[in-house]
């Protein structure tokens, strides 16, 4: 039995965690959860407002809620050797430092996307910009989410485009907006476009151009169900892992293609 606390569980996410975990009650328990809206929510665990509060001893904590709480969180899993699942996007250069100090003394699985489609679509990227990229291919990412969506670009176009950037040689420039700019694209951009509107869960497509003929790689999320179960799929992978930084590469090596 793995023991979790659910930080965020009030949230889309922590909901759809929860729900999962439950039907999987014969593999995680939620020890805990922690929501600074736990007063206008009730809970068949014990909640808590800050992580700080918590006593309840678990196996892995999830943070499923902002980046103003992932650095409360990472503080709490080392001082207590809890493995943490860190699901939260739009982090800045110091909660990125303090995640990698810590994975110094306990076990993170960080990914700016839970979705093992997601985990495939990177890859594919990696292979297609290696090649594409070479032969004259221009690459653009768009995304979009629903109109709550508080980060734009979203974290998983940010992944994507690192891995596109670094599978064509690690030279090119990220270029968010062009409506002000007066000249031809230059083969080194590389374009990233966000749209928010609706309830959409989350589309993302990596768009390779190239003289008379497109390539696009796209994946969609019809609900947040799907990042749940790759959620509980980090836990279960980092459960008892030794201390490191992990992600979905480690966790999903069977989807290897090619180099």
């Known amino acids: 039995m793995i023991r979790l606390i659910l930080h ?3 949230g889309f996410l922590g909901r759809a965690v929860r729900a999962l975990a439950e039907e999987r009650a014969d593999t995680f328990a939620i020890a805990a959860g922690v929501d600074y809206a736990k007063p206008n929510y009730t809970a068949p665990f014990p909640a808590y407002e800050r992580i ?3 006593v309840m001893p678990a196996d892995v904590i999830i943070d499923a809620s902002s980046a103003a709480g992932v650095l409360c969180v990472v503080d709490y899993a080392v001082h207590n050797g809890t493995n943490a699942v860190i699901c939260t996007t739009g982090l800045d ?3 990125d430092a ?3 100090e810590a994975s110094k003394k306990i076990a993170v699985f960080r990914s700016a996307n839970m979705s093992i489609g997601i985990a495939l679509l990177n890859r594919l990227t990696k292979q297609a910009a290696r090649f594409l990229y070479d032969e004259g291919f221009d690459i653009e990412i768009i995304e979009k989410h629903h109109n709550k969506k508080a980060d734009a670009p979203s974290g998983t176009a940010l992944m994507l485009a690192e891995t596109a950037n670094a599978a064509a040689g690690g030279n090119m420039s990220y ?3 062009r409506h002000e700019t007066r000249g031809k694209r230059d083969i080194s951009e590389l374009g990233i476009h966000s749209l928010r509107g609706g ?4 589309e993302h497509t990596v768009l390779f151009a190239g003289k008379d003929e497109v390539i696009e790689l796209t994946h969609k999320a019809m609900s947040k169900e799907l990042f749940a179960t790759g959620v509980l799929k980090a836990a279960e992978f980092i459960h008892k892992k030794p201390p490191g930084l992990y992600g979905m590469d480690d966790m999903t090596e069977h989807l ?3 180099g």
Do not use: E, H, P
Request: proline share 0%; with cysteine; net charge negative.
């Open 256 to 258: 290897q293609i090619g």
């Open 98 to 100: 303090l995640i990698t």
């Open 52 to 54: 700080s509060d918590c």
């Open 175 to 177: 270029v968010y907006d």
């Open 93 to 95: 250069a110091a909660a």
């Open 8 to 10: 965020g569980y009030v």
């Open 199 to 202: 309830t959409i869960t989350g």
